[in-house]
């Protein structure tokens, strides 16, 4: 069983749709959890990260975490078709910058 | 602007010849990593350096080898290449959570 697991999609939404992305995983040891997109043939940017629980609001995107049920979320509101890339999760220990990163999740927005 | 480049962009090498992917960053980060990343497995870590003289191993490091003479480089050598190691490189730099990526190495391995 791999450490972090994301379902590849591809996920295709209307435009103005509500997204959620979501990964699971199995160490409890983990501590940061990020979100990246990556455009095609483009290199991962960070979007946002969040420290331990809870909930942290970036515009139009929303990351949760619930480490009792070792689930993250991202939503993304009011979707646009500049949203579509590829959305990985990553994750970290604390004291070590190693991130350990779902496969991600192809997203397409139709105009 | 600071910022993180690889080189080259697009190889293609054969089977048993050894490949240097070069990585230099800008930032003055003491962290820096190399994955690869293929269909169906996402990113996976092969070495990272979190400072001069310092690299480890990741979870994918065999027939790979790096080396941090300085700050701005690190980079990464396939000893003989494989066919399994065709795959796009991604390069990245930190000092803390956020990692900035590099635009990547298309490798083939012919």
């Known amino acids: 069983q791999k450490e972090v697991e994301q379902d590849p999609g591809p996920l295709s939404v209307p435009e103005g749709a509500i997204v959620s992305l979501n990964c699971t995983y199995s160490?409890?040891?983990?501590?940061?959890f990020m979100w990246y997109r990556q455009y095609s043939r483009k290199g991962p940017e960070l979007l946002m990260y969040?420290?331990?629980?809870g909930n942290k609001e970036d515009g139009r995107f929303t990351a949760q975490v619930d480490k009792s049920s070792k689930y993250i979320s991202l939503f993304i509101r009011d979707s646009q078709p500049s949203d579509s890339a590829t959305y990985l999760c990553?994750?970290?220990?604390?004291?070590?910058?190693?991130?350990?990163f779902g496969t991600g999740t192809r997203l397409k927005v139709l105009a | 602007d600071a910022e993180i480049t690889q080189s080259p962009r697009h190889k293609i090498t054969e089977t048993g010849r050894q490949v240097t992917l070069a990585c230099h960053q800008t930032w003055n980060h003491n962290n820096m990593f190399w994955y690869r990343q293929d269909l169906g497995h996402g990113l996976r870590l092969i070495h990272y350096s979190y400072g001069v003289q310092d690299t480890n191993k990741g979870e994918v490091s065999d027939g790979y080898s790096v080396s941090r003479s300085n700050t701005e480089d690190l980079p990464l050598t396939l000893e003989s290449a494989a066919s399994s190691q065709t795959s796009v490189y991604f390069c990245?730099?930190?000092?803390?959570?956020?990692?900035?990526f590099g635009q990547g190495t298309r490798l083939t391995v012919v």
């Open positions: 969040t420290y331990s629980s």
């Open positions: 990553a994750m970290s220990a604390s004291g070590t910058y190693k991130y350990i």
């Open positions: 160490n409890s040891a983990f501590q940061y």
């Open positions: 990245a730099s930190s000092t803390g959570v956020e990692a900035f």
